[in-house]
């Protein structure tokens, strides 16, 4: 399986939950891949300890290795491996919707159970393009207004950009267009709007966007939760998703706010390995526990 932790804004926390959560998993018993995708930064290493591989994906994309395997890094944890040089891998496939598809069947055909992919911020296309591609999509907010406003953001691209690439009619390829427009002429505020307006063009458009709502069950993370409230953001963010969008987003749960967070990455040394006992690393085990879950009922 193949998770893409994304998200509208950055210092949400997504390389801490990849790499956190990726370390859970492989002491559950899965083989687990994780692959650094975050322009703005690639630092999942750090979050392990490791020194800046030699080997990265630019490897394999310019051909130095014949296969994605050869430039995959081990680390001290087993059944856990990591891939950088991630610039190269949303760069190097922002051109062509087949390049992308044949970089996921890479990463698929990698020996292991599992990838994380850590996408970093923003919303480019790229991103968004791996974020759907994925067997899962995971969002990772904090509880503040930008994040959450951004969050927003971030899925309407995302669902938008899915409707998009399941109807044939440039027609309503255009219309989905200008539905992104909150402002736009036709008064489409939402995709029950947006469907009705697709079928008085294209029926069998209208029906295979249908399908597409149905089946896009996107995930949430809440990071540095500090108190009820802010942990009842994430059902709301929930309601306010099924409400808008017809979305039904998976709440996976939430990690509180904890001060040995900042202690473990200062050491380079993953919190659920450095304070295992920690309250955040307690909240990342059971996030990890409920995806190990979702692996097994997948295989």
């Known amino acids: 399986m193949i998770w893409t932790i994304g998200g509208g804004k950055g210092g949400s926390g997504k390389s801490f939950i990849t790499a956190n959560v990726g370390i859970c998993l492989a002491k559950l018993g899965i083989r687990v891949v994780l692959i650094d995708a975050d322009l703005g930064g690639a630092n999942l290493h750090t979050f392990l300890g490791i020194s800046p591989p030699g080997l990265s994906l630019s490897d394999f994309i310019k051909k130095r290795v014949s296969h ?103 027609s309503v390829k255009a219309l989905i267009d200008d539905a992104m427009d909150r402002k736009n002429e036709m008064g489409i505020q939402n995709p029950h709007d947006l469907i009705r307006a697709v079928s008085r063009i294209d029926e069998g458009d209208a029906q295979r966007m249908i399908e597409e709502v149905e089946t896009f069950h996107p995930n949430l993370i809440l990071n540095q939760v500090r108190s009820k409230k802010d942990i009842e953001i994430g059902f709301s963010i929930r309601s306010a998703s099924l409400k808008y969008f017809g979305m039904h987003l998976h709440y996976l749960g939430y990690v509180v706010y904890d001060q040995e967070v900042n202690q473990s990455v200062r050491r380079r040394r993953p919190l659920v390995l450095e304070n295992p006992r920690s309250r955040a690393a307690q909240c990342v085990m059971e996030i990890a526990s409920k995806l190990a879950k979702s692996h097994k009922m997948a295989v």
């Open 68 to 170: 994605l395997r050869e430039v995959l890094i081990p680390t001290a944890v087993p059944n856990l491996q990591l891939l950088t040089g991630a610039e190269d891998l949303l760069n190097a496939v922002d051109a062509k919707s087949v390049q992308k598809q044949k970089m996921v069947r890479s990463i698929r055909s990698l020996n292991g159970d599992t990838a994380l992919v850590d996408l970093g911020a923003g919303n480019s296309l790229s991103v968004l393009d791996f974020f759907l591609m994925s067997d899962g999509g995971i969002l990772v907010v904090t509880p503040e207004p930008t994040s959450i406003e951004n969050s927003y953001r971030f899925l309407k691209s995302a669902f938008y950009r899915r409707l998009k690439q399941s109807v044939s009619s440039s």
